[in-house]
């Protein structure tokens, strides 16, 4: 009878979902020690919750740190969920400061989906406000070492896990072992999905490596390349000429590790780990289809957010999708407002400096630009005739504008900005700043106000930036305009499944994503593509294609040389045994913009995916057209095909190499060879002259 009772009571505890916890800190999440300056100032956050979280019983604990010479008693923090205001005090005397927010149904977006945090400041460190406006040693910090400690639920999966959510909790993408060009298609789009939600590390397997312990993943092929085993977790198959995507969630007994606080020293939270069996959700998302129409029917959805984002439910069966971007320069791709840099309304009010902050890609236009006009349209207080006030814009923390503000409360102001000024990311900041005329700080936070329109104010190109020779630093928007096309080499095509997952993110990580590229081997293309489309090329070494391209700077299917101009001394040579990835940038004989990456050495999927990640941050400078890189380190260049930095090793004939690699030594035996020779010489001389004497 015991044993029934204790059986009973864990099907009905189960039966609820046992509940877990989850510690997520904010520097896991890209947020580092963040530091809100001046008298009055504010820091935002966005967090995206998992579906399977119970966000009832979860908890957001800040750690701020404060500067030492404010005044506790007279500095103030506000905390607001979602633009409401939670929690309110004067600083404490805590070098770290700890605050635990609970939260509810209440504190997520209306599409409960993400958390809105905002840490609002007024700071004091003398009875003078006006020597505090631009006192440095005004500020807090909100520490990356800050939390969310998430309560992971199983009692609600089955109804809140769908097709439209699903990617945010996948982290691999499994694909046949002999993989089609159909089937890397499909990794490519997974993969450039799932990059999307801010998974720092997809891991692609080939179906024959995957690891037992993956759970959650993602896994593509043709309906007649899925496993038998595979298929018979799914409900139903597809017809010929159907596309599918299907969710099979389920919940399995497995070890899993909860987090939990056991101690809170001088604010520094202690967290212990416990390993138990509990129920595990579980998913698989299968995108398949059944012939090859129906394959690429799902493969082309997945290309469409407005499809997936509204897909609810746990399969969507799909007769008929097409990609119906239209890549033309027009108003839409040449101007971007604020509102579509993501920019927010909001109400500036206090004296000294009012700041906002807004992001912006060179690629989110329709091509690399040469300058930008930026127009800024926006509201303030009316100035009384000894007040003073100035409107300033920064781009990349270098300030490009000042205007002074006059009585009129009326901002429309422009700057114009270089392409000198201008990298690859860009951050721009618009800035108010306000001073009393009769020098009375006190009741000036409610007296002064600005707001920018977000809607009206923009920033547009209409020049873009041409340069003889391509560059990364053009890369991707390089491609934005005209057909893209991707050409593989079938050997090393298993190879670079990953790769092509960072291409297709790079070439549709913009604000107008419509760039469906086509895709072809490179024994099985027709040439004419070669001028009409703009080309990326992931090639094994001595692929026969490369011949097609004579304004390749580098000839990667021979061994070279680069020298430095300044000393002629060697700075790289191709080394065979070490897996590099090769990518160099040109334009092709269409003047359509080129991309070529080739691999070496074993690990050729890891060169590949280097190079491809090599050439997309900060650091490719303006000039760089050759990237040189492995998984640790990277070397950019810049060479023409007829540069003098450059020597190809395997022109040179079988006599040439020997001497280049013997010439020391041969040097010095002649050397010996002459020593001794004058040493014999001079002792025959020495014998003739003594005999001469005698």
Known sequence: MNKFLTFVLLLIFFAKGVNGQSVVSFKSLGFDDDVIAGVSGSSAYFIKIDPTVQIEGSKLVLLIEPSQVLVKSQSYLNILIGDKPVYSTHLSGDSIMRYTINLTKNSLTEDHKFLKVQIRTLLNISDDKCKDIDNPAMWVKVKGTSYLSLIKTTSNFFNNVNISNCFDTKRAIVYPANPTLMDLKAVGWVYARLKKTQIKQIQVYPSDHVPDSLRNYVIVGNWASIPEAKKQLLKFSPEEGQGLLYLRKTVEQLPDTAVREVSNRNSNPIFVKTVSIKPVPS??????????????????????????????????????????????????????????????????????????????????????????????????????????????????????????????????????????????????????????????????????????????????????????????????????????????????????????????????????????????????????????NNIIALLEKNDPIMDEFPDAPIKFNQRFRLYNTENNRIVYELNDTVSNGLAQIFYGRGNNGTLIITGTGRNMDKAFLSAARSITDQLSTLSSNICISDEFNKYLFNISKDSDNLEYTDAKGSFALFWESYNLYILLVILVLILISFLYVRSRVQKSQESFND
């Open 283 to 532: 998913e698989i998302l299968f995108v398949t289809g059944n012939g090859d129409a129906g394959y690429n029917n799902t493969i082309t959805t997945l290309a469409n957010s407005n499809v997936l984002n509204s897909s609810y439910g746990d399969y969507l069966i799909i007769n008929k999708a097409e990609n119906v971007g239209v890549k033309t320069i027009d108003e839409s791709r040449s101007r971007l407002t604020l509102k579509d840099m993501g920019g927010l309304t909001s109400f500036l009010t206090g004296v000294g400096s009012l700041k906002n902050s807004y992001s912006f890609k060179n690629s989110d236009f329709a091509f690399t630009p040469k300058e930008i006009e930026i127009k800024i349209v926006g509201n303030y207080a009316n100035l009384n005739l000894n007040d003073r006030g100035f409107f300033n814009i920064y781009l990349n923390g270098i300030l490009i504008s000042s205007e002074k503000l006059d009585q009129s409360g009326k901002l429309n102001t422009s700057a114009l900005i270089n392409r000198y000024e201008l990298q690859k990311f860009n951050t721009l900041e618009t800035e108010f700043r306000f001073y009393p005329g009769n020098g009375n700080c006190q009741n000036s936070f409610t007296n002064y106000f600005a707001e920018i329109n977000i809607s009206k104010s923009y920033l547009q190109t209409k020049i873009p930036f041409i340069a003889n020779n391509l560059s990364f630093y053009q890369y991707p928007e390089a491609f934005n305009t005209g057909k893209t096309t991707i050409i593989l080499s079938r050997r090393t095509a298993p190879n670079t499944a990953a790769t092509i997952g960072e291409i297709i993110y790079e070439l549709n990580n913009n604000l107008h994503a419509d760039n469906f590229p086509d895709f072809f081997y490179s024994d099985q293309y027709d040439k004419s593509v070669l001028k009409k």
